[in-house]
């Protein structure tokens, strides 16, 4: 390996050259490549240091006090540390942090208030909703019957351009088809989820109410959305989304629903859970209940905004007219009828700008073809950037896309993306490492 490519891994990794290789590769594209994906983030070398550590090596099935394996007095105390500190954080009054994943801590919820066949009101996934919330390619539509409500439709009228969830939808799906439960959320939807229209239509139906807060749990978490606890029975959340910590997921709910809830998730759903990556939330709970991070916070939507209103002025349509948090969704067809949001992904990829195709609502394509784009903030800002690199960045979009087969156009974008990144690196300190080990 010559002293360029070299890592911080390579120390660790001495015994495994080909893996260590792969990790300083990739840690090369996260530096050197936009990453524009609403669902990612740069975690702090903190949390990199909890989740890489000896913490993998214990089993703690069960919950602090009540394991059953020995030698769990200091596992115990992380993950008592964890759970106080997302109490904290979010003023909960319980707090489950075992999920492996969000889709873990949706199911755990799932099984912990519904009998199988219950009937659960969520968002249509065309429209927003997550994959959990119902898909026929999920576990969950085979055991709880699912019913969506959707999104208005869009207007021309700038000050009311629609596409924003459809309440008086929701309220009557509650009323004639009597959810147990009603799930507000999306992972792809850029306007704020008012959680108090979902409680006062869950209390005239008497279902339950869960927050979904995947994606705004660090807005909420920095005080830019509003939170849903306290309102909501139960919000589920990753920690690897806006929040910023280890990949995972989370729950926080009242206290009268905590039995019901951990022992959904163990044992219920999952076996031993995953110490290293408690640690690693315990460390990003803290780091979010920052005065840092709340500026933080701010700045992902501003930039968001900032990135929407250059889209628009480059002639893309954004879905719901624009962005109350981290993420836009550009409509690709009016900038051009023939870009697909798999083409767009593919180019944009190629000129070092990632992101995803998504779905617009009522698509004309398909969900792998896709008419839009899903964008987001939240690493980029990061790693420093502000609202005059959201400019920057909506007009390298929108030159490699409108030259998508002119090769020398992309290539040049991918220079003018290199330089950018070059000047907010994000994580300087594992480069400033590899620099010293080379
Ligand atoms: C991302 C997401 C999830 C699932 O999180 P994973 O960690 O990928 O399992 C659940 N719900 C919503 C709304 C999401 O956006």
Redesign the pocket.
């Known amino acids: 390996m010559s002293p360029e490519n070299a890592t911080p891994f390579d120390g660790w990794l001495e015994e495994d050259p080909e893996v260590a290789r792969l990790l300083g590769e990739e840690l090369d594209r996260q530096s050197t490549t936009l990453q524009l994906i609403a ?1 990612e983030n740069f975690t702090s070398p903190a949390v990199l240091a909890a989740s890489g550590s000896v913490l993998t090596n214990k089993y703690a099935e069960g919950y602090p006090g009540r394991r059953y394996y020995g030698g769990n007095q200091i596992i115990d105390e992380v993950e008592d540390l964890a759970r106080e500190r997302a109490k904290s954080l979010f003023g909960a009054e319980h707090a489950n942090v075992q999920p ?7 199911l755990g919820v799932y099984q912990a208030l519904l009998e199988p066949g219950d009937t659960v009101l969520a968002m249509r996934l065309d429209h927003g ?5 119902g898909s026929p390619a999920s576990i969950t539509s085979k055991v709880w019957h699912f019913v969506s409500y959707g999104l208005t439709g869009a207007s021309e009228d700038p000050d009311t351009p629609g596409e924003v969830i459809d309440l008086d939808q929701v309220a009557h799906l509650a009323k004639t088809e009597r959810p147990k439960l009603i799930v507000a ?4 939807y850029a306007r704020t989820i008012d959680p108090v229209p979902f409680r006062e239509i869950a209390d005239e139906v008497g279902a339950y109410f869960m927050f ?4 705004p749990a660090g807005l909420i978490a920095g005080g830019v959305h509003p939170s849903p606890v306290g309102i909501a029975d139960v919000m ?1 959340f ?1 920690t ?2 806006t929040l910023r910590g280890p ?3 989370a729950i926080v709910c009242r206290a009268d629903l905590a039995k019901r809830i951990d022992s959904a998730i163990f044992p219920g759903l999952q076996g031993g859970p995953l110490e290293h990556v408690v640690a690693a939330k315990a460390v990003a709970f803290a780091e979010a209940a920052t005065p840092d991070f709340r500026r933080y916070a701010a700045q992902v939507v501003a930039n968001a905004k900032a990135l929407a209103t250059s889209l628009k002025a480059a002639g893309f349509r954004l879905v719901s007219g624009g962005t109350d948090n981290h993420m836009v969704l550009v409509d690709l067809r009016p900038f051009d009828a023939e870009l697909t949001g798999k083409e767009a992904q593919e180019v944009l990829d190629r000129a070092g700008i990632t992101c995803n195709r998504n779905t617009i609502p009522d698509d004309p394509r398909s969900a792998f073809i896709t008419s839009g784009l899903r964008l987001g903030t939240p690493a980029e800002t990061t790693a420093g950037m502000g609202t005059a690199e959201m400019a920057t960045i909506a007009e390298l979009i929108s030159r490699t896309l409108s030259q998508r087969s002119d090769e020398s156009a992309i290539a040049a974008v991918r220079a003018e993306v290199a330089e950018l990144c070059a000047a907010f690196p994000p994580y300087p300190s594992l480069m400033a490492g590899a620099a010293g080990r080379g």
């Not at 909703?129 to 919330?133: D, P, S, V, Y």
């Not at 959320?185 to 792809?188: F, M, S, V």
């Open positions: 669902s492996h994943a969000g889709a873990n801590a949706n909703g997550h994959l959990t919330h959320g999306a992972t792809a979904d807060g995947a994606h589920t990753t690897h989304k990949r995972g997921g």
